[in-house]
């Protein structure tokens, strides 16, 4: 069996955000609606992704070091983190840049609440498996994401590269699964 650990990418801020919230202060301040416009524009340069922030409703103090809790999705693939932004400058009334000060949580998508651990590993296992059963072969498992979501009966098929050369397919499912620990059952699928 496996231990299922937390997935935190911070490289890609293309995760989904939810809720903003914010410490009041004295003085001029600054929309969330405002402040999510901006925070989008950062997470598009950083990325290249344009995601979805949500920071809520009402607004902040308008200085350098105010923050707020944002809710950021990438909209191509669902995955989300809860991320603070921080205003690092401000030059003007509406010319102002933001930094990202820390990531909240990165836990997979949260729409399915399933942790999800790297492809590699699946194949791994998935070869495990079949070597069991007497089949020595790669397992090659092509998908658009590099993280499988773990959950009972998570069930996908893979490529396989047999040791004489030849080739293959394989069902891969996730069984056993306890909320923390994790099993990986292959079979050559004829």
């Not at 809790?69 to 693939?77: G, K, Q, R, V």
């Not at 983190?81 to 401000?90: P, S």
């Not at 651990?117 to 495990?128: K, Q, T």
Request: aromatic share 6%.
């Amino acid at each position: 069996m496996k231990t299922v650990l937390p997935v935190a990418t911070v490289a890609a801020l293309a995760l989904g955000l939810s809720g903003c919230a914010f410490l009041p202060g004295a003085g001029p301040s600054i929309t969330l609606d405002a402040f999510e416009l901006e925070a989008e524009s950062l997470a598009l340069d950083l990325t290249g992704v344009a995601a979805d922030v949500e920071c809520g409703s009402g607004s902040i103090p308008f200085e350098v070091g105010s923050e707020a809790e944002c809710a950021m999705t990438d909209p191509n693939s669902d995955d989300a983190a809860t991320v603070v932004f921080g205003i690092a400058a401000i030059r003007s009334s509406d010319d102002f840049d933001l930094e990202v000060l820390d990531v909240v949580d990165t836990s997979g998508d949260p729409s399915s609440g399933h942790p999800t651990v790297p492809l590699s590993e699946i194949e791994e296992l998935a070869a495990g498996s079949l070597e069991q059963q007497g089949v020595i072969a790669a397992v090659l498992c092509e998908a658009t994401e590099i993280e499988i979501e773990i959950f009972e009966d998570n069930t996908f098929r893979c490529g396989l590269v047999f040791e004489d050369g030849g080739f293959g397919e394989a069902a891969v499912s996730i069984t056993e699964f306890d909320g923390s620990n994790y099993s990986v059952v292959a079979a050559v699928v004829e």
